[in-house]
């Protein structure tokens, strides 16, 4: 079975600067897709971006974009002139070509300092 | 927006009762997901539905039944309610049910089991 793994429970950024966000997961196979969600306090699950793992070019959406390493199973996701609403949970989701679920690592709630 | 509602939006009920949510969505979507998610854990699949009457099991399915006798409901139903069932209960669904097609998820249950 797949697990996804973010190792930092916290982080925080100072508003307009960068910060990376971390995710590993453990697969033995070779076509998968990658995403981060954004779940600010109202709840919602909202998608900020997604990478195809045949593409070796790494995703990039606005402010957001993401480190992906297939050799290494890590997917960080960089986000570029932090902003206050930036400010919710982040979770790092995989889901196999072959399969129907989608796999959320633990979740990394992340801070925005004015 | 997706067109996902999901009722109750809060619940309190005590152990041994049975509980049931529903998830509505407006688009006829094939794939519909019912998640979990508690601190720590991200989210985790409880059961998924792949048309009306096809359903199947997800991670953490024992105590949760689920049931999608049309395209646009797909219920949950905790038998006998306990206190490890407290949690936040999400909805989602996926357009085309793709491997590369992100799930979009509704705005979640909170459920209290006292």
Same mark, same amino acid.
């Given at each position: 079975?797949?697990?996804?793994?973010?190792?930092?429970?916290?982080?925080?950024?100072?508003?307009?600067?960068?910060?990376?966000?971390?995710?590993?997961?453990?697969?033995?196979?070779?076509?998968?897709?990658?995403?981060?969600?954004?779940?600010?306090?109202?709840?919602?699950?909202?998608?900020?971006?997604?990478?195809?793992?045949?593409?070796?070019?790494?995703?990039?959406?606005?402010?957001?974009?993401?480190?992906?390493?297939?050799?290494?199973?890590?997917?960080?996701?960089?986000?570029?002139?932090?902003?206050?609403?930036?400010?919710?949970?982040?979770?790092?989701?995989?889901?196999?070509?072959?399969?129907?679920?989608?796999?959320?690592?633990?979740?990394?709630?992340?801070?925005?300092?004015? | 927006?997706?067109?996902?509602? %999901?009722?109750?939006?809060?619940?309190?009920?005590?152990? /041994?009762?049975?509980?049931?949510?529903?998830?509505? %969505?407006?688009?006829?979507?094939?794939?519909?997901?019912?998640?979990?998610?508690?601190? /720590?854990? /991200?989210?985790?699949?409880?059961?998924?539905?792949?048309?009306?009457?096809?359903?199947?099991?997800?991670?953490?399915?024992?105590?949760?039944?689920?049931?999608?006798?049309?395209?646009?409901?797909?219920?949950?139903?905790?038998?006998?309610?306990?206190?490890? %069932?407290?949690?936040?209960? +999400?909805?989602?669904?996926?357009?085309?049910?793709?491997?590369?097609?992100?799930?979009? +998820?509704?705005? /979640?249950?909170?459920?209290?089991?006292?």
């Amino acid at each position: 079975a797949q697990t996804v793994t973010q190792s930092q429970p916290e982080m925080s950024v100072q508003e307009a600067e960068t910060v990376t966000l971390s995710c590993t997961y453990d697969t033995s196979e070779s076509d998968y897709y990658l995403f981060w969600y954004k779940q600010p306090p109202s709840r919602q699950m909202i998608l900020v971006i997604r990478q195809e793992a045949y593409k070796q070019q790494n995703a990039t959406e606005n402010r957001f974009s993401v480190n992906f390493q297939k050799a290494a199973k890590s997917f960080s996701l960089k986000i570029s002139d932090s902003q206050l609403g930036d400010a919710a949970m982040y979770f790092c989701a995989y889901r196999s070509n072959a399969g129907n679920m989608l796999t959320f690592g633990g979740g990394t709630r992340l801070m925005v300092k004015p | 927006d997706a067109g996902i509602t %999901q009722s109750p939006r809060h619940k309190v009920t005590e152990t /041994g009762t049975p509980v049931t949510l529903r998830c509505h %969505q407006t688009e006829n979507h094939r794939y519909m997901y019912w998640y979990r998610q508690d601190p /720590g854990h /991200g989210l985790r699949l409880i059961h998924y539905s792949y048309g009306v009457k096809d359903t199947d099991k997800g991670e953490v399915s024992d105590g949760y039944s689920v049931s999608r006798s049309k395209t646009e409901d797909f219920l949950l139903t905790l038998e006998s309610a306990t206190s490890s %069932q407290t949690s936040v209960y +999400f909805c989602a669904i996926s357009f085309t049910g793709q491997p590369n097609s992100p799930l979009h +998820f509704g705005n /979640g249950t909170r459920l209290t089991v006292t």
